[in-house]
């Protein structure tokens, strides 16, 4: 049933698996409990949980820690803590004797070159980490009530209005939160796009509506549209939709039970 009929499984055509294995229907449904009460496509997973506790995806180091210390939201940029770059004893002591007659000259262009480059290359790290506690610094200032308060807080805001409270551009906004994340103060480790992804607020309305359904009467995506729009939220059947697929949530005919 597993190997031949998994899909129809998934898609709870019983009638059609018991016809083609010629079984009775209710072992077929014996089968489907078993499966997904017991069974798991991914074995491994639970050896990479991520921070957050899926256990769908592998665990992810946050560049970035927001914590609530006695009500006051504090910023730490992980890799100022983890390692501090600085030149060579040796090459600062040879730095120092440039001037010194015992020094020739190949010496002192090799110094001068080498030092040269490897404090051009600290003061970028530096300035980069500099870059990000700032815009996470912003973050915390304008998105408060997210961080406190939950996903459902979350109010809208771009890139290029951080750059502009800063005074950077957004490309360089861009560029310093790419593929970098933030554990904020409930512990969860999420991208620094989620800041800037005002749709998640709603996305989290559709799940929480989802959650407290009646299994045997669940909504539709015409129906979490309209009592989205109850509320104040305009949204199209096929945005629902949409959203509800990204949330990794099955349409209301594979909800059924």
């Known amino acids: 049933m597993i190997g031949k009929h998994l899909a129809d499984l998934g898609e709870r055509r019983f009638r059609e698996v018991a016809v083609a294995l010629g079984v009775a229907q209710r072992d077929v449904l014996l089968v489907w409990e078993f499966v997904k009460s017991n069974l798991n496509p991914y074995p491994t997973a639970a050896f990479t949980a991520a921070v957050s506790g899926d256990t769908s995806r592998p665990i992810i180091r946050p560049d970035v820690l927001i914590r609530d210390i006695d009500g006051e939201l504090s910023v730490e940029?992980?890799?100022?803590r983890r390692f501090a770059l600085s030149v060579a004893p040796i090459y600062s002591s040879l730095s120092s004797k440039l001037r010194s007659s015992e020094t020739t000259e190949d010496e002192k262009q090799h110094v001068r070159q080498y030092v040269g480059?490897?404090?051009?290359?600290?003061?970028?790290?530096?300035r980069r980490r500099a870059t990000i506690q700032r815009i996470a610094e912003c973050l915390v200032d304008r998105q408060r009530?997210?961080?406190?308060?939950?996903?459902?807080?979350?109010?809208s805001l771009t890139r290029a209005e951080v750059g502009e409270l800063i005074g950077m551009h957004e490309s360089t906004v861009s560029r310093a939160t790419?593929?970098?994340?933030?554990?904020?103060?409930?512990?969860?480790?999420?991208?620094?796009?989620?800041?800037?992804?005002?749709?998640?607020?709603?996305?989290?309305?559709?799940?929480?509506?989802?959650?407290?359904e009646d299994p045997q009467h669940p909504y539709s995506d015409q129906e979490i549209a309209d009592a989205l729009?109850?509320?104040g939220i305009a949204l199209a059947r096929r945005t629902v939709a949409k959203y509800r697929d990204e949330l990794q949530i099955l349409p209301a005919r594979l909800r059924h039970r």
Request: hydrophobic share 45%.
């Open 77 to 80: 940029v992980v890799e100022s």
């Open 229 to 231: 729009d109850e509320i």
């Open 178 to 212: 790419a593929e970098k994340y933030v554990m904020i103060p409930s512990g969860e480790v999420v991208p620094f796009s989620h800041f800037f992804t005002a749709s998640l607020g709603i996305k989290d309305q559709i799940k929480r509506m989802i959650e407290v």
């Open 117 to 126: 480059r490897a404090k051009f290359f600290i003061d970028n790290i530096n």
């Open 145 to 155: 009530d997210y961080l406190v308060n939950g996903v459902q807080h979350l109010v």
